[in-house]
């Protein structure tokens, strides 16, 4: 059973651009967690997915960060109009389908897509 | 969401034992102890969780003290390869299960 998987590993954008982020849950897995970590800083939640819904974006940026997990294909994390502060680790986590009201799961890491801003 | 409180360094030597503290006094009835570490340049990874009882694994030992107040991740035989940040999270159970990740346990191995 694969792992989760994150693309690209390593991402270079000029300031303005967009950047995409993709992530591949653990088969059997519906729920997907992206975390950003800032250069020496620790992770920071940002978003929590199910498919097809967003089910808490409280760590979400306002402006310039959007997320999805469609029914077929990866979760995507989108960020338009990159700036340097953007500049960071980015992971995502899956876990399986959990029990109405049971979030003691375990999460699974990906290896993370570092992000580059010049 | 419940706080906890890790020393930020801690240095072992190799093969012998390493107890990581963690204390989190205001922890409420429903929380979970979860531990997860992160290698250098890795994404996080889970070790051990538990909520009253004490806990092991293949990967360690979680002691959790009586009142829940404090608990400690043992590391039974420290390898190079267990040089990480080590991060005590409480998990409520009700709120969507994100982790709230502190500042966490540098450990250092030495051979």
């Known amino acids: 059973n694969a792992g989760v998987m994150q693309n690209p590993r390593h991402l270079v954008r000029r300031r303005g651009q967009e950047a995409r982020l993709r992530c591949s849950p653990m088969?059997?897995?519906?729920?997907v967690y992206w975390y950003r970590q800032l250069p020496e800083e620790g992770l920071k939640f940002m978003v929590y997915?199910?498919?097809?819904?967003?089910?808490?974006e409280s760590g979400m940026p306002k402006e310039r960060f959007s997320a999805e997990f469609p029914k077929e294909g990866p979760s995507i994390l989108r960020i338009q109009q990159v700036v340097r502060g953007d500049s960071a680790a980015y992971f995502c986590a899956s876990s399986p389908m959990k029990l109405a009201g049971d979030f003691t799961d375990t999460q699974y890491f990906g290896p993370g897509t570092r992000l580059t801003v010049l | 969401d419940a706080k906890t409180t890790q020393p930020n360094s801690m240095e072992s030597n190799e093969e012998e034992p390493v107890h990581l503290p963690c204390n989190h006094s205001?922890?409420?009835?429903?929380?979970?102890i979860h531990w997860y570490r992160q290698l250098p340049s890795q994404g996080p990874e889970y070790v051990i969780h538990?909520?009253?009882s004490n806990v092991n694994n293949r990967m360690a030992s979680l002691a959790i003290a009586e009142d829940r107040k404090s608990s400690t991740l043992i590391l039974h035989r420290a390898t190079l390869r267990d040089a990480a940040v080590y991060y005590c999270?409480?998990?409520?159970?009700?709120?969507?299960?994100?982790?709230?990740f502190g500042q966490g346990t540098t450990l250092q191995v030495k051979p």
């Open positions: 088969k059997g897995h519906s729920h």
């Open positions: 999270i409480l998990r409520d159970p009700f709120n969507t299960g994100k982790l709230i």
């Open positions: 205001t922890i409420s009835g429903t929380d979970y």
């Open positions: 997915l199910q498919k097809e819904n967003i089910i808490d």
């Open positions: 538990g909520l009253t």
